[in-house]
């Protein structure tokens, strides 16, 4: 994903701008350590998920061209370690985004967003480590047999298009096992290494969490068209709930902090917003986004269309992320972010 927000690893600098009071709680310096060990420890759980997870995939890949049915039982190991890879990163991504922009691209990037700057032959070779390369480049392959035709008229219309399929030769089986994935690996085991949450300024981690709650609305608009992250796994939903889970992890981490300073108050509408979303994400089985409205404009939906399900889920949240609504859960981390001293996220 391509964050709007900005992308940055500089040293922390924030001082601390509180004492210890009569009853000995910890200064906001103290609070600030406790952020970034925690931050340390538990993303660094979810990163090594992502490595383990791609070398799973990995090791199921075959090396030679792929035909089915003799070779469904590995496409679909496939497919299941693929899933743990978005699992892990969609934990990980609102806080370690900012820090690793270039990581992030190489690891997460949309197929178009990756073809803009590759314009005008694009990436015709699907199975290498250069061009379209990332989680999403494997799951264009591992998903190539049921891409939805909406997504392959949104695609098809890119300058430098190739239709995704399976590796047809040996030589592309191995290339994309020894290749396209170990860039994957390489990259996970990168970011993992590099983790450390002790060199970044924990501002633009919390507003790499607010970033990520705002994107839940375009996860949903670009869903109606075909354009949306994991569109050829046909998955927004899990993706959602995951970004969401994944927010809610590091949000803990400053719950603490943000108590010490403004008590149960702020925090307790974060907490409100976060248990809304959950539960109208869960109200959809499965992991695919709701059937959208044949007759569907995100610009002006009728009244009819929002009655639907997908309606419903478009509208929430749209609402619940609206930097502008008081009450939003992006308008309450805005509040907090100026009570802890960090700046605003803004969308540019």
């Known amino acids: 994903m391509k964050h709007t927000y900005c992308l940055a690893l500089i040293s922390l600098t924030l001082a601390a701008c509180g004492g210890d009071d009569d009853n000995g709680t910890k200064t906001d310096a103290e609070y600030q350590d406790d952020v970034v060990v925690g931050m ?11 490595v383990t997870a791609a070398m799973e995939l990995q090791a199921a890949a075959p090396t030679h061209a792929w035909v089915s049915p003799a070779d469904d039982a590995a496409i679909a190991a496939m497919k299941t370690a693929w899933k743990k890879t978005r699992v892990g990163y969609e ?15 190489s690891m997460d990037e949309r197929y178009d967003g990756y073809l803009a700057d590759l314009i005008p032959n694009g990436d015709q070779n699907l199975f290498d480590d250069e061009g379209v390369t990332g989680m999403h480049g494997i799951e264009r392959i591992l998903y190539s047999a049921t891409i939805r035709a909406e997504v392959i008229d949104f695609e098809d219309a890119l300058p430098g298009y190739k239709a995704a399929a399976y590796p047809a030769t040996d030589e592309e089986a191995v290339a994309f096992k020894t290749k396209l994935v170990q860039k994957l690996i390489d990259d996970a085991k990168s970011l993992r290494d590099q983790w450390q949450p002790a060199q970044a300024d924990l501002s633009e981690a919390y507003r790499g969490l607010i970033g990520l709650m705002n994107e839940q609305k375009e996860k949903v608009n670009l869903a109606a068209s075909g354009e949306e992250e994991s569109r050829y796994a ?5 993706d959602l709930r995951n970004n969401l889970e994944g927010t809610k992890k590091v949000y803990e981490l400053f719950r603490p902090w943000i108590m010490f300073r403004e008590g149960a108050e702020p925090d307790g509408m974060i907490q409100g917003r976060f248990s809304a ?6 109200a959809t089985s499965g992991d695919e986004i709701p059937a959208v409205p044949a007759t569907w404009s995100s610009d002006s939906p009728s009244a009819t269309d929002l009655a639907t399900p997908f309606g419903v889920l478009w509208k929430t949240v749209r609402d619940d992320v609206d930097a502008t609504v008081d009450g939003s859960v992006v308008f309450e981390m805005n509040e907090i972010a100026v009570l802890l001293g960090f700046p605003e996220f803004t969308e540019e």
């Open 234 to 238: 046909n998955i927004t939903m899990f």
């Open 277 to 282: 979303l959950a539960t109208l994400y869960n």
């Open 40 to 50: 340390h420890d538990s993303i660094g759980v979810d990163l090594g998920t992502i």
């Open 91 to 105: 934990h990980v991504e609102g806080a370690t985004a900012p820090l690793f922009g270039d990581l992030d691209v």
